[in-house]
């Protein structure tokens, strides 16, 4: 049977197994709220099948393959960091955004500084994972060009098309039920390809053997500055975006929501470890091959035929799955932090519903603007930018609001929200090939909400109505 009709076969099953999880998720939803958090009933399989689901992408699978083919062991960093992210969830910061009962992180923020750090907070958060859909996206284009050997525009409709069937009846539910199963197959799919290329280098010796030390086996073999300020990304990414929030929101309780996150701190960063063999692999053995296609170029010529096919159809649920739980995190922001507060207050539920899903469709529409013109590029590079102007805009003010609420201001926590992003965005245009943008964005912003804090704090003062429930909230 020739390796594309595999290919298809292997994929029909997983897909249909991925639009039958869809079809039960959207029973469940009969509201807005139900659609966003899943009525906070999710268990932590639930919760777990969601964070991962929505990390473990084509950024995680092809894009570690990618950076691992060029670099090394440094490709690692994205799963990684990301497992020392969701430890994080499970301490006493994901517990304060529990307990907090909001759906979204404008919201929590809004708390201690009101309603005006909403829509920055939307805006700028939904940028940063906006550049996380984009990496997803360019992800898919090199599967399709590796096995269909389509346009990248061709490869991003067919995307597009996936995603909005994969999410838009089913909301969280949608993409925990379906993250679960995407999770089980993307394991089995990268341990056999790890294991594959493990033996056919010949164990650790012959891994050894065919590359030196450094780089290729360093986590720092960019560079220090370089690979630091990719972990630390991943990790203020993960804090910071509405997505992981959102998973941890919808646990029916907190130690729903720890175990959740505790499962994917412990099996996320394995991904990586087959992601990372292959790209080492294909580097000795075929150095010719397009970077970004390492990954689907391996299930195809070095994986028995239906095996193959199965590990190709797993990484185009694996890269939908992910670009479906980031739209749905950006359209969720914008219609409970932009549309509902700020366009139509008096919106009914079933009203609001309908915007997130339309806003879900320009969302998915809006990535074909940028395929053509980035197609090619080093997809973690996206990821990584991504996940820093996420930290830069949110990480000091959800900090201090969650930890000092009485030693901030409404004025100070806009502001920081405003500098950070802005000046990571800045530092990344002005300066490019410098330090990372990621370190001038978090001074921007701590130094603002510190300097801002300071002069429009009046100690004699009441603090508002906003703050004492915020203080309140914080000491109990």
């Known amino acids: 049977m020739p390796i594309q009709s595999s290919y298809f076969i292997g994929g029909g099953i997983i897909l249909l197994s991925i639009a039958s999880a869809g079809i039960y998720a959207s029973r469940k939803v009969k509201s807005a709220h139900d659609f966003s958090t899943g009525g906070r009933q999710a268990n932590s399989l639930l919760v777990a099948g969601t964070l991962m689901g929505t990390m473990v992408g084509g950024a995680a699978t092809i894009g570690t393959a990618q950076v691992a083919f060029r670099f090394g062991l440094s490709g690692w960093w994205f799963c990684l960091g990301a497992g020392i992210g969701f430890l994080l969830l499970a301490s006493g910061l994901g517990r304060r955004l529990y307990d907090s009962a909001m759906e979204t992180i404008p919201q929590v923020l809004a ?6 750090i909403s829509p920055i907070i939307a805006i700028f958060t939904s940028f940063g994972i906006y550049f996380s859909f984009i990496a997803n996206t360019l992800a898919f284009v090199a599967l399709c060009r590796s096995i269909l050997h389509t346009s990248p525009m061709q490869a991003a409709v067919l995307e597009t098309i996936l995603v909005l069937f994969y999410v838009m009846f089913g909301g969280v539910w949608g993409t925990g039920l379906a993250g679960m199963l995407k999770v089980v197959f993307v394991y089995a799919a990268l341990f056999c390809c790890g294991a594959v290329a493990y033996i056919r280098f010949g164990g650790f010796a012959g891994i050894g053997a065919s590359f030196p030390a450094h780089p290729w086996f360093s986590l720092f073999g960019r560079g ?3 690979d630091f300020a990719a972990a630390f990304s991943m990790l ?11 998973a941890v929101a919808s646990a029916k309780s907190f130690r729903s929501a720890r175990l959740g996150s505790l499962i994917s701190a412990l099996i996320t960063p394995l991904v990586g470890i087959g992601a990372v063999l ?4 294909m580097r000795s053995a075929l150095p010719a091959t397009p970077s970004g296609e390492a990954l689907p170029a391996f299930a195809l010529r070095f994986l028995p035929p239906m095996l193959g096919g199965a590990v190709l ?5 694996a890269i939908v799955g992910c670009s479906a739980g980031l739209a749905l995190g950006i359209s969720t922001m914008f219609t409970l932090d932009i549309y509902k507060p700020h366009l139509r207050p008096r ?3 079933p009203e609001v519903l309908i915007v997130q899903r339309v806003s879900l469709l320009l969302v998915c529409l809006g990535a074909l603007l940028f395929v053509n013109g980035s197609a090619g590029s080093l997809i973690l590079e996206w990821s990584f930018l991504s996940m820093g102007l996420r930290g830069c805009t949110v990480l000091f003010p959800l900090l201090a609001a969650m ?11 806009c502001a920081a929200a405003l500098a950070g992003p802005l000046a990571a965005l800045f530092w990344h245009i002005i300066c490019p090939g410098s330090i990372d943008p990621l370190y001038p964005g978090l001074f ?7 300097i801002v804090s300071i002069f429009t704090r009046r100690r004699n003062t009441p603090l508002s109505a906003a703050h004492e429930v915020a203080c309140a909230a914080t000491r109990t």
Not at 111 to 116: L, P
Not at 278 to 281: F, I, P, R, S
């Open 111 to 116: 708390r201690t500084y009101g309603q005006q």
């Open 224 to 226: 220090y500055g370089v």
């Open 236 to 246: 203020l990414g993960v804090l910071s975006t509405q997505t992981y929030f959102q």
């Open 278 to 281: 292959v790209g080492l692999y």
């Open 313 to 317: 159809a797993t990484l185009m649920v």
């Open 347 to 349: 919106a009914s539920q």
């Open 403 to 413: 930890f000092l609420p009485r030693y901030v201001t409404p004025k100070a926590g």
């Open 444 to 450: 921007a912003s701590f130094i603002t909400l510190l």
